[in-house]
């Protein structure tokens, strides 16, 4: 960092103030970060299609000088982005929105995309072409009382799930509105948060009481699920770590969502590590997501059969409830887990349907011929794989 930067202990900003001040940042990012210069042009290349964007303090987490450094990886353009191979929708989101801003891919789930704006852009970013200025989408609520007449509608839908971009980025009154719409649905009983924000930008849940009290008003009509998303163990600052508490007083439950990336986490000690962490925070293991083919964003891939062995490494280091976690591959057609292998010589991937789209009928365990390099699977499925 340059000697002009502020640092965290300058700033005590109101998390709004903060985000403003993370926005100007970033667009003053490429000349005053210690980089390259190749990395300084990504940088500017960048803002014509997916924009580099970090949070002012988050920033203070990265040896920008430090061409392996986890999260300057996680945030900073890469000259792989220049490759065109991926899908912009990896898990067939389009097929599930029923309404604008609402998918519905499995039975007891809706997803309302509420926003496109994020405090950070992860450049591994499954839905990154809400955020691309060269991909002109906009999927996000338009009719807010359309989705909830389709909510209503839908007796099999027992609970919500708020994303975008990152909901919690909303003003308050926003999602307090969205709490107080939901609320009237009689067959609704919990609500999902997905966010980064406790990573990113801690402040939103130090420095805004009203958005508390919004989550400890409706305690008692839902349960609420803050699904974090934490990438790197050196995410887990203080700050975070007590915007984490402040979640966990107001009745929150918080969860572990967390994307599987070579060159960020894809370690045995790294994971060990962030999941130890998260548990003995209150942050209950839930997904390793492995990583998807996003359209620039390939780098971040590897093997099946190397996510699996080095899955089994860290339930080695793990007791029972921090190793509860399950490997997904996030499928068109549904929640993929990750099992194993069948014994050699003829070895087979095993793999078992955690969720299905609806309207989709597999098998419940699919066997899959082994490819030591395979990073993904096919999408969608030949009739008869085996």
Partial sequence: MTSSTPTPSQTHLAWREELTASLRFAQMAATDLPLDPEDRDRITAAQTHFPFLVPMDYAQLIDWQDPQDPLRQLLLPSAYEDEDQGALDTSGEALSTVVPGLQHKYDQTAVLIVTQACAGHCRYCFRRRLMSKDVMVKETIEDLQVAIAYIHAHPEIDNVLLSGGDPMVCSTQR????????????????????????????????TDPALLQVLAQYQDRFQIIVQCHFDHPHELTPAAEQALATLREVGCILTAQIPLMQGVNATVDVLEQLFKRLHRLGVLPQYLFHPRPVKHALHFQLPIVAGLQLVEAVRQRCNGSVKRFRYILTHTDGKLELVGLTPSPASQLIARWHQQRRGSHHPEILLWPLDTQMVWLPDPFPPKPC
Avoid at 175 to 201: E, M, V, Y
């Fill in 175 to 206: 999602l307090a509105n969205l709490f107080a719409a939901l609320a009237n649905i009689p067959h609704l009983w919990q609500i999902r948060i997905s966010t980064k924000l406790p990573a990113f930008l801690p402040s939103r849940f130090t």
